[in-house]
């Protein structure tokens, strides 16, 4: 069974440490992904598999929903310079960034079985 609660502070952490990561492009997103799945591991504390699933939604979430936001932002200041192709540039970019989301989450899911192991 999925603790959300160790999903939530996997995700929190993720963002924050992907915040301060931002200033070391790469090597800081690597970081966040690898200590986000590892909180959500240690925290769900289940095991390595488990700890793996937790690391995994961590990561799949952050990356959807930081994926929806770039979206939005495209779709927004795409229709502003190209008029109506804007919204064809936001979904475009919606879906390569979905898949660069879900490839991102296999790092916090290795993170979170570490965690899970630890725990």
């Known amino acids: ?3 959300w609660r160790a999903v939530g ?24 992904g690898l200590l986000g799945g590892f909180a959500a591991g240690y925290i769900a504390a289940s095991g ?6 937790h690391g995994l939604l961590a990561g799949a979430i952050g990356g959807i929903l930081l ?20 919204p064809l540039a936001g979904g475009s970019v919606f879906l390569l960034a979905l898949v660069v989301a879900l490839f991102m989450a296999i790092d916090s899911a290795i993170g979170g079985a570490i965690g899970g192991f630890l725990a």
Do not use: K
């Open 1 to 3: 069974m999925t603790n």
């Open 48 to 53: 390595t598999w488990s700890g793996a699933w």
């Open 67 to 86: 994926s929806m936001l770039l979206a939005v932002l495209v779709t927004i200041f795409g229709s502003i310079g190209f008029g109506i192709l804007g």
């Open 9 to 32: 502070i996997g995700f929190l952490v993720e963002i924050l440490i992907g915040i301060i990561g931002l200033l070391i492009p790469g090597i800081g997103q690597l970081a966040a």
